[in-house]
């Protein structure tokens, strides 16, 4: 079994990338211990923690870290009436993080996720290689069989059309596990004992017109660039729904990337996912979604935005209006989630105005 990181990172040295342009977005529900292995990768930072569930209970972070920390009555105080599109008792939560940062790049991790080890038995650094994906440009438009041909010791192969080799802006950067993988609980129902100890040393563009199930427990984007799309939809408490948050970004993001000529990478940076959910609870949670999603995915997949949508918020609006009238003949519930995605927007851009960025504070800094 793959182990995760402990011994070889303590005397690690880094000169953090992108110190003061990057926040780190955590969901949780409990102490943040989990932070001392990280420490080396992300003390530099600002953290912006979202505490789910009871916002009485008292959340303990390590020292030495900069963080803010929002919980459930932070949400109705800031967003008012609005604070409806947040869910709750979901890490979908994490979203509110996305929108109350002022910073131009993301990450977001979940509070299971430990530093991994590459065959070397080096400690991977999953931040700094985020970020090296996401300050390279993506190959959306032709596929390069030497994958991304920005990296290292790589290029473009015979045959690659020289006009696209300049590529286009990243938007996100999907990484991936090692031990637990993210599976869905029928999945994980039969085949619990399952871990995925492959490491693949590989980072490519997904193609333009491809879908793909973004994971949201090791994922970093631009949030200039794409930002308003990384809304993680109702789920949780008062849902019927659960566990498909990443996911509806995801098709939501590709889909606006693919219309406004962005990119979205995966592959390398691998984190250490050290806990498996428990599949039944996870089956209640999924139920509806495993059914939908045969609806969902060829919705998104034949989804035309019009050439004046030049704007992510336009983009989702636009998207809004599909969801409700093609989604909703499917179940109430899209109705619900497209009204959402427009108050989603309309809080994204009271926090976010044009020119004058809000600063937004809980004070708990």
Request: aromatic share 12%.
């Amino acid at each position: 079994m793959v182990e995760p990181a402990t011994d070889t990172i303590a005397a690690t040295k880094l000169v953090p990338l992108l110190k003061d342009e990057l926040d780190i977005v955590i969901p949780t529900i409990r102490n943040l211990d989990f932070l001392e292995m990280w420490r080396p990768f992300f003390e530099p930072y600002h953290l912006i923690i979202v505490q789910d569930g009871d916002p009485s209970k008292i959340i303990k972070v390590p020292d030495g870290f900069d963080y803010e920390l929002y919980n459930r009555n932070d949400i109705n105080r800031i967003l008012g009436p609005k604070a409806s599109c947040i869910s709750f008792k979901d890490s979908a939560c994490r979203c509110f993080g996305y929108m109350v940062s002022k910073k131009k790049y993301i990450f977001t991790i979940d509070d299971d996720c430990f530093v991994a080890k590459d065959p070397s038995g080096k400690a991977i650094n999953a931040l700094e290689q985020h970020i090296k994906n996401i300050l390279s440009p993506s190959t959306p438009f032709f596929f390069n069989t030497l994958y991304d041909p920005y990296r290292e010791g790589a290029d473009f192969v015979r045959g690659y059309p020289f006009s696209l080799r300049e590529g286009a802006p990243t938007a996100v950067s999907h990484g991936l596990w090692l031990n637990i993988p993210d599976y869905d609980a029928p999945t994980q129902l039969v085949k619990p004992l399952e871990r995925n100890t492959r490491y693949v040393d590989a980072v490519l563009t997904i193609p333009k017109g491809t879908l793909f199930p973004m994971c949201g427990m090791n994922l970093c984007f631009d949030r200039d660039l794409i930002g308003p799309a990384m809304y993680f939809g109702l789920m949780g408490d008062g849902q019927p729904i659960g566990r498909y948050d990443d996911m509806w970004a995801g098709w939501c993001t590709k889909v606006i990337c693919d219309h406004l000529g962005l990119g979205v990478k995966t592959g390398l940076p691998y984190i250490y996912h050290s806990k498996a959910s428990n599949p039944f609870v996870n089956l209640k949670k999924e139920y509806k979604g495993i059914f939908w999603q045969e609806e969902i995915i060829p919705f998104f997949q034949a989804a035309t935005l019009p050439k004046d949508c030049t704007s992510v918020q336009k983009c989702y609006i636009e998207l809004s209006k599909q969801v409700k009238e093609k989604l909703g003949k499917v179940d109430p519930y899209f109705d619900k989630l497209a009204d959402a995605m427009v108050t989603w927007i309309e809080a994204w851009d009271e926090l976010n105005p044009a020119g004058a960025p809000a600063k937004v504070s809980n004070g708990k800094a």
